[in-house]
């Protein structure tokens, strides 16, 4: 395939992200990609402090936001939906 074509099938330009425990490891470096990929990624976790320190150092490579909550509750998902939901019209890509 052409590389035209494979950008034009695999691309995440204007996506909308979430990734749970975006602000370490694993899913700090997944949306590190994403977001130099050209998405809009939402990033999850139980401390503020860090989600903004993941953030500020992502931010100049494109859309980064953060969303503290403790996914192990109802009300933690409840708080993740709802910020989602007043935000975005659908999300393309859940990662947790």
């Known amino acids: 395939m052409q590389r035209e074509t494979l950008e034009k099938l695999y691309s995440v330009a204007g996506k909308r992200v979430l990734i749970t425990g975006g602000s370490g490891g694993i899913g700090f470096m997944l949306a590190g990609a994403f977001v130099a990929a050209g998405a809009r990624v939402y990033i ?23 969303i503290a909550s403790d996914l192990a509750t109802s009300d933690g998902v409840a708080t993740v939906v709802k910020a989602i939901a007043e935000r975005e019209p659908k999300l393309h890509v859940l990662i947790n």
């Open 44 to 66: 999850t976790g139980r401390k503020a402090d860090s989600l903004e320190t993941a953030r500020a150092r992502l931010a100049p490579q494109g859309e980064i936001f953060t």
